[in-house]
């Protein structure tokens, strides 16, 4: 019996993807509400001439949980995050059902006592215009869902760098 070349296409795009060596990225299911802001965390937005950071974590400490640098205009995002030792070097983001998965180098943290994941990334990337929009982005780690809500009033930073950033 002969089949239908839909049928047979989707056979082999399921086996090929049986071979794939890397765990799928985790299913979202997108409710229409921000997840909820941490009492004491926010993004917040350092500029230094033609730099800038727009990091989440408590002001005026050590404890960034997710940090975003940019040269003005550029275009361009250098991901910064924290992560245990031995996490795959990458990081995975997703805000409002678009997910990306940036590969990372990773060296010794001098702040904890895991690692510090590095990427770059388009600024223009569907997960960044997302949070630009909603004032949220989600960091996956380790099978682990770690979200970085604003508090109220700070989506004006959050857009600020994006237009800085070019």
Do not use: K
């Not at 071979?19 to 009492?39: E, I, N």
């Not at 245990?84 to 678009?98: D, W, Y």
């Amino acid at each position: 019996m002969r089949l239908p070349p839909v049928l047979l296409l989707s056979a082999i795009a399921l086996t090929a993807g049986a071979c794939a060596t890397r765990a799928p990225a985790p299913t979202l299911t997108v409710s229409g509400s921000a997840p909820p802001p941490v009492a004491g965390y926010d993004w917040y937005l350092h500029m230094n001439g033609d730099d800038a950071r727009l990091a989440y974590g408590q002001e005026d400490s050590d404890d960034l949980r997710l940090g975003l640098d940019c040269r003005r205009g550029t275009g361009r995002l250098a991901l910064s995050a924290t992560g245990e030792t031995g996490a795959a070097p990458e990081i995975q983001l997703e805000s409002g059902g678009e997910t990306a998965l940036y590969p990372a180098s990773a060296e010794a943290s001098e702040l904890t006592d895991g690692v510090l994941l590095s990427a770059p990334a388009p600024a223009t990337a569907p997960v960044f215009r997302n949070f630009r929009a909603l004032g949220w982005l989600t960091h996956w780690q380790d099978g682990g869902r770690h979200p970085y809500a604003a508090q109220p009033g700070s989506g004006e930073r959050i857009a600020r760098f994006f237009v800085f950033c070019g």
